[in-house]
């Protein structure tokens, strides 16, 4: 049984610094990619970024680009969101997601991401 299993959310004062975890079991982690997304209330769930491979290729979205950072450990199954200089508008649910992937693959997604974590708040005061 597939997990992802997402820790680090919280409260923090806009300027602030956040590191999201996402732990994975059940699968053979280094196969797959790896990304994160967010939601907030009443919005759709957008694209964040998403990591290729280990010390592979990362894409980010415009919005937090410069800003947010993701790493993954493959030893330890588990992907990392590091999120700084972090802004009222970062404020949502976020989410881990992992993807094989295939031929005409979007890192963007939603679509194409096989597993999702259950999501963790972050909250960003102003």
């Known amino acids: 049984q597939v997990q992802l299993v997402e820790s680090g959310g919280g409260l923090v004062q806009a300027g602030g610094s956040l590191r999201l975890s996402c732990a994975a079991s059940?699968?053979?982690?280094?196969?797959?990619?790896m990304g994160w997304f967010r939601q907030a209330p009443g919005k759709e769930r957008e694209f964040v970024g998403a990591?290729?491979?280990?010390?592979?290729?990362?894409v980010y979205a415009d919005s937090v680009k410069g800003r947010f950072t993701i790493s993954r450990e493959n030893a330890k199954n588990t992907v990392y969101l590091q999120m700084n200089t972090l802004k009222p508008g970062d404020t949502a649910v976020y989410y881990c997601?992992?993807?094989?992937?295939?031929?005409?693959?979007?890192?963007?997604?939603?679509?194409?991401?096989?597993?999702w974590g259950q999501g963790a708040q972050v909250t960003v005061s102003s």
């Open positions: 997601a992992a993807a094989v992937i295939f031929k005409g693959w979007s890192p963007r997604g939603p679509v194409g991401y096989d597993y």
């Open positions: 059940g699968l053979t982690f280094s196969n797959y990619a």
């Open positions: 990591i290729i491979w280990s010390g592979g290729s990362t």
